[in-house]
């Protein structure tokens, strides 16, 4: 969905339950013109997308957002000033219907997102 069109994935690795990716936000993607003219901000929801992707990518799955336990939305980012993400996806449980985990976004040493829940695998 958001995939090769918001950010596009640098580096990504699968390595016991972790996955690590670098991303790069495109910031000219029309969705700043919105969020904000004046001040573009990365919107939650769009974090919150990206580490969903990056699970089904990761596991070759489809599937849809179960249970968010926690989400924190600790900064934001303004693609302008710096569009490079680090996300950290922690894998605790997954069975042939759910994917439990921990997740985080960082830009440099700012955390954007700490985010905790499960999602339904759909195929």
């Given at each position: 969905?958001?995939v090769n069109n918001l950010?596009?994935?640098?580096?990504?690795?699968?390595?016991?339950?972790?996955?690590?990716?670098?991303?790069?936000?495109?910031?000219?993607?029309?969705?700043?013109?919105?969020?904000?003219?004046?001040?573009?901000?990365?919107?939650?929801?769009?974090?919150?997308?990206?580490?969903?992707?990056?699970?089904?990518?990761?596991?070759?799955?489809?599937?849809?957002?179960?249970?968010?336990?926690?989400?924190?939305?600790?900064?934001m980012l303004n693609p302008?000033?710096?569009?490079?993400?680090?996300?950290?996806?922690?894998?605790?449980?997954?069975?042939?219907?759910r994917i439990v985990f921990?997740?985080?976004?960082?830009?440099?040493?700012?955390?954007?997102?700490?985010?905790?829940?499960?999602?339904?695998?759909?195929?």
């Amino acid at each position: 969905m958001l995939v090769n069109n918001l950010y596009r994935v640098l580096s990504q690795q699968i390595d016991a339950g972790v996955i690590r990716a670098g991303l790069e936000i495109d910031a000219a993607h029309d969705i700043f013109k919105g969020h904000f003219p004046e001040v573009p901000v990365l919107p939650g929801v769009c974090m919150v997308q990206c580490i969903k992707e990056l699970i089904e990518s990761a596991y070759l799955l489809r599937t849809r957002i179960d249970k968010a336990d926690m989400i924190k939305f600790l900064s934001m980012l303004n693609p302008v000033e710096s569009n490079i993400l680090d996300a950290e996806i922690v894998i605790k449980e997954k069975s042939e219907t759910r994917i439990v985990f921990q997740a985080n976004l960082k830009s440099s040493d700012r955390f954007l997102l700490k985010y905790s829940g499960s999602l339904f695998i759909l195929n």
